[in-house]
């Protein structure tokens, strides 16, 4: 997969086009991705996904702190490479970018700098300066400039329409098993082991400490998860906390993520860290003295082998 920042000399085959944040890469994006090369083998093309960085809303709503993505660039990037994409543009999104109108994206982009054969859109698809760049005045464009417009249809799961939006509803609530089924993959949450109070170890439940790499990565919802955990390409077995931290910090939603990891003593202070959830435990909550939270530990711990037995 070629990765391009600009569209500085691109060059590709007959592109078939793809544009959006695709926030999540979910099983509707990748049923796009999927329509998207089958059209460019019939066509004797190449796939081309057009994307943006930074996030549009962190341009044109820049006091907004709402903004929860499912998905980093780094992320996304890996994930275009795995569906097997054969040309990604991160294009810069800035405050003139978000001023062009859908028509001048369809004239200067589309037409002149990629040379779109054949553009692909999505069921909901809406774009450019005020969202005015539906289907059907799609559709006029490409008859003017000569190039071929494909709109796939919505995809549902148990007859419900999968979206960015729905996903990120799962995971607010703790809904790990909904949210990976909607994801197609797991979902997972990298970062980097920070230094905490070490209160877990006392406890004879050691934990690592773990800060977001991006801010805007949401975090789950508060509660206990039985995770996979990656740390120098080995993977490991664990059990995860999420909750409310006092001091700040810089996850979204100030919120605190700790790590167990069953059978491991390794000093990880600094490291990267990749955190794959399985399934949520139980809720948060208090208990009434330390021996109560240990009896608690132990149990989480049992059930989280149990969910974890088979990977």
């Known amino acids: ?9 691109f060059k590709a085959r007959n592109p078939v086009v793809t544009i959006g944040t695709f926030d999540g890469l979910h099983k509707g994006h990748q049923l796009v991705i999927n329509q998207l090369k089958e059209l460019a083998s ?4 190449e796939t081309v996904i057009f994307t943006f960085y930074p996030h549009p809303r962190i341009v044109t709503a820049p006091n907004e702190t709402s903004l929860r993505l499912l998905t980093t660039k780094n992320e996304k990037i890996k994930l275009f490479e795995q569906f097997g994409v054969d040309h990604l543009i991160i294009y810069p999104f800035n405050e003139a970018f978000a001023a062009l109108s859908y028509t001048d994206f369809v004239k200067t982009i589309l037409v002149e700098k990629i040379h779109t054969y054949c553009l692909v859109v999505g069921y909901d698809h809406r774009f450019g300066k005020n969202r005015e760049g539906g289907y059907e005045y799609l559709q006029k464009c490409a008859e003017k400039y000569g190039f071929k417009v494909h709109r796939t249809e ?21 809904a790990i098993a909904k949210a990976n089924q909607y994801l197609g993959y797991r979902f997972t949450l990298h970062g980097t082991v920070v230094n905490g109070k070490q209160l877990g170890r006392k406890l004879g439940f050691p934990t690592a400490n ?10 789950p ?9 990656e740390i ?23 919120r605190s993520i700790e790590v167990n990891i069953f059978d491991f003593a390794e000093n990880i202070y600094g490291k990267s860290i990749t955190l794959v959830f ?11 003295g330390v021996d109560a939270l240990v009896e608690q530990l132990k ?9 974890l037995l088979s990977l």
């Open 299 to 307: 149990t989480d711990k049992e059930v989280a082998q149990e969910l």
């Open 154 to 174: 919505a995809l549902s799961v148990e007859t419900d329409k999968v979206s960015s939006t729905k996903i990120r509803a799962a995971l607010e609530t703790g």
């Open 232 to 254: 120098d390409d080995k993977q490991y077995k664990g059990m995860l906390n999420i909750g409310t931290r006092p001091t700040f910090n810089n996850n979204a939603d100030n």
């Open 1 to 9: 997969m070629k990765i391009h920042f600009s569209l500085d000399d």
């Open 278 to 288: 399985i399934d949520k435990i139980r809720e948060e909550k208090k208990f009434a």
């Open 42 to 45: 019939n066509e004797n093309g």
């Open 210 to 219: 773990i800060e977001a790499s991006d801010k805007y990565k949401i975090i």
């Open 221 to 229: 919802g508060y509660g206990v998860y039985a995770v996979l955990i």
